[in-house]
C-alpha cells in the first residue's frame, strides 16, 4: 500500500481509540489529547507509538485530580497487556519536566511552563503538534497558544547549533557501531535526518513564512518548496527518501515485527525483504542499492541544508 495511506490509515485507527477510550472516561471538563512526532503528523508507521500530551481547561485541585483520572485512563486502556494484546503504547513522556512531570495541565499552566521554563528540544517536540482526541476548542487553543513560542522572531544560529549538537548525541548514544548505512531511522539519508533537516528549516522560517507550519512531513517539505526555502529538487529527492524508509520499515516489521530500523545483516532476510519490496534480480543487493541510492542523495540536501554544507562526521 501507498506509504502516506498506510500512514494516514493507522492514524485514524489511533485517533478512533482514543475517541473510544474518552468516551469511556467521560471527562467532566474540558479535556483533550494533543498528538506529537508522527502520530501529530498523521504519519504513523507499524512501528510508531503514540507521543502525546494531555490538557485539561480548569483551576483548583479536583479539575487537576479529574485531568489525571482521565489521563491515567487513557493510558490503561489503551496500553495495558492483555490476553489479546495492547491496542496502543503510549508515551506520555514528552509532557513538561517528562516522566517526573504532572501527567496532564491545564492550558494555562502549559502556557505558564513554555514562557518560563521549557527548552528548546521543547518546543522543536512542538513542531507536530496536533489535537487528536477530544474537546476540539480546547485542542485549538493549545495549538494556537504554543506557536508564538515555537515559531519565534529570536530563533537565531545559536538555537540552530543546539538542534545539531542535539542531533549528534542522539546518533552517538543510539546508533550501534557497524549499523549506519543499515539504519533507516538513525543513519545517514534517514529519517532523523530528513525530520531533523524540515524542522529546523520550520523553526527557522516559520515565524516570518506561517505556511511552513505544517505537521506532516510531505506537506512541510511541499510548503518549504513552495515558498523558496527548499529547491523543488531538493524537497522531491528528501521527500523520496523518508518515504522509502518508511516502506521499508513497514515491510519488516510486518515481515519479522522486530528491528524496524534496520535493514537485516542476514542475507537470507535481506533476500526476503528484497523480494517483499518488488526486487526479484538479486533482491539482496539491488534493495541495498536503491536505498543507498536515494540515502545518499537525501544525505547531500541534509549536509547542505541542516550542517551547512560541511560535514559533521563520526562525532555529530
Known amino acids: 500500500a501507498d ?7 493507522l492514524t485514524a485507527v489511533a485517533e478512533a481509540a482514543l475517541d473510544a477510550a ?4 467521560a471527562p467532566t471538563l474540558p479535556f483533550c489529547v494533543i498528538g506529537l512526532g508522527r502520530f501529530g503528523a498523521g504519519e ?7 507521543d502525546v500530551v494531555f490538557v485539561y481547561d480548569g483551576s483548583g485541585p479536583e479539575a487537576n485530580t479529574e485531568a489525571i483520572r482521565c489521563a491515567r485512563g487513557v493510558l490503561q486502556l489503551l496500553g495495558a497487556h492483555t490476553a489479546e494484546g495492547r491496542v496502543w503504547e503510549i508515551d506520555a513522556r514528552l509532557r513538561p519536566e517528562g516522566e517526573n512531570g504532572q501527567l496532564a495541565r491545564s492550558l494555562e499552566g502549559y502556557r505558564r511552563y513554555y514562557q518560563d521554563r521549557a527548552r ?3 518546543f522543536q517536540s512542538l513542531v507536530k503538534a496536533r489535537l487528536v482526541a477530544g474537546d476540539a476548542d480546547l485542542g485549538r487553543a493549545f495549538v494556537e497558544m504554543v506557536e508564538p513560542f515555537v515559531f519565534t522572531a529570536e530563533f537565531g544560529d545559536d538555537h540552530a547549533a543546539e538542534i545539531r549538537h542535539m542531533k549528534g548525541r542522539i546518533e552517538r548514544e543510539r546508533v550501534k557501531p557497524g549499523t549506519a548505512n543499515r539504519d533507516l531511522k538513525l543513519g545517514p539519508g534517514g529519517l532523523a535526518d530528513i525530520e531533523f533537516t524540515v524542522q529546523l528549516l520550520q523553526l527557522v522560517h516559520g515565524h516570518a513564512i506561517p505556511a ?4 506532516s512531513t510531505a506537506g512541510a517539505l511541499g510548503a518549504l518548496a513552495e515558498h523558496g526555502v527548499l529547491e523543488n529538487a531538493e524537497a522531491e529527492v528528501l521527500l523520496a527518501a523518508y518515504r522509502f524508509a518508511e516502506r521499508l520499515r513497514n515491510r519488516r516489521w510486518l515481515h519479522l515485527a522486530k528491528d524496524a530500523d ?9 533476500d526476503q525483504l528484497g523480494r517483499i519490496c518488488g526486487f526479484d534480480l538479486d533482491p539482496a543487493e539491488s534493495l541495498t542499492a536503491a536505498w543507498r541510492e536515494v540515502a545518499d542523495a537525501a544525505r547531500t540536501v541534509v549536509l547542505a541544508r541542516f550542517h551547512g554544507g560541511t560535514d559533521p562526521g563520526p562525532d555529530g
Not at 504513523?44 to 503514540?50: F, N, T, V
Request: hydrophobic share 45%; glycine share 2%.
Open 3 to 9: 506509504t502516506d495511506a498506510v500512514g494516514q490509515d
Open 212 to 215: 511552513v507550519r505544517q505537521p
Open 262 to 270: 534496520l535493514l537485516p545483516d542476514d542475507q537470507e532476510e535481506l
Open 44 to 50: 504513523l508507521s507499524y512501528a510508531s507509538d503514540l
Open 120 to 122: 528548546l528540544w521543547e
Open 22 to 25: 474518552l468516551a469511556l472516561l
